[in-house]
C-alpha cells in the first residue's frame, strides 16, 4: 500500500476512532512529523475539551491520515444511493442519498442507522483513499427530477 509522508503545513484529513466519531474525517493542519509513523496535526474545527477557544492539537497515526480530497465540480445534483460525505458536528461523515424533497437530500447512515435531511451545500461526492490516491467510490446514478 503506497503512503504520502506529510510535512508542516501541510492541509490533512484524519479519520477519527474516538467513541461518538468512528468514521468521521476531520479536517486539519500538520504541525510536524514524529518520525516515520505518526504526526501532530492541529484541527481546524475540533477543540480543546477544557478550553474550546484553543484548536484541538494531537498526535495522529499515519493510517489515520490522509490528504484533504480534490474539490469535484458537478452540475444536476445528486443522485439516488449516491455515496457521500456530510459536513456535520465538526467534520465529514459518509452516507448514501435515499430521498430528495426540494433542496434537502436525505442521507442514510449505516453506522447509526439514521437518516437526515442537509441542504446540498453541506455535501460532496464521496471519494476513497486508495494506495495513496483519492478515486471516484462508484459511478454516479443520474440525479433527482424536479
Known amino acids: 500500500m503506497a503512503t504520502v509522508t506529510f510535512t ?7 479519520c477519527s476512532k474516538e467513541e461518538g466519531f ?3 474525517y476531520h479536517e486539519g493542519t500538520v504541525l510536524k512529523q514524529l518520525g516515520p509513523n505518526s504526526y501532530v496535526v492541529q484541527y481546524k474545527n475540533l477543540v480543546e475539551e477544557d478550553d474550546d477557544s484553543w484548536p484541538l492539537v494531537e498526535v495522529v497515526p ?3 491520515s490522509r490528504t484533504t480530497p480534490p474539490r469535484i465540480h458537478f452540475g444536476g445534483g445528486f ?3 449516491n455515496k457521500v460525505d456530510v459536513f456535520a458536528n465538526d467534520g465529514r461523515w459518509v452516507g448514501r442519498i435515499t430521498e430528495r424533497k426540494g433542496s434537502a437530500y436525505y ?3 449505516a453506522s447509526t442507522g439514521e437518516e437526515i435531511a442537509y ?5 460532496r461526492i464521496r471519494l476513497d483513499w486508495v494506495n495513496g490516491n483519492w ?3 462508484k459511478k454516479r446514478t443520474p440525479a433527482f427530477h424536479t
Request: aromatic share 12%; glycine share 12%.
Open 8 to 14: 508542516k503545513g501541510d492541509q490533512v484529513m484524519v
Open 22 to 24: 468512528p468514521g468521521s
Open 62 to 64: 499515519d493510517e489515520d
Open 79 to 81: 443522485g439516488l444511493y
Open 107 to 109: 442521507v442514510y447512515f
Open 119 to 123: 441542504h446540498s451545500s453541506l455535501l
Open 135 to 137: 478515486v471516484s467510490s
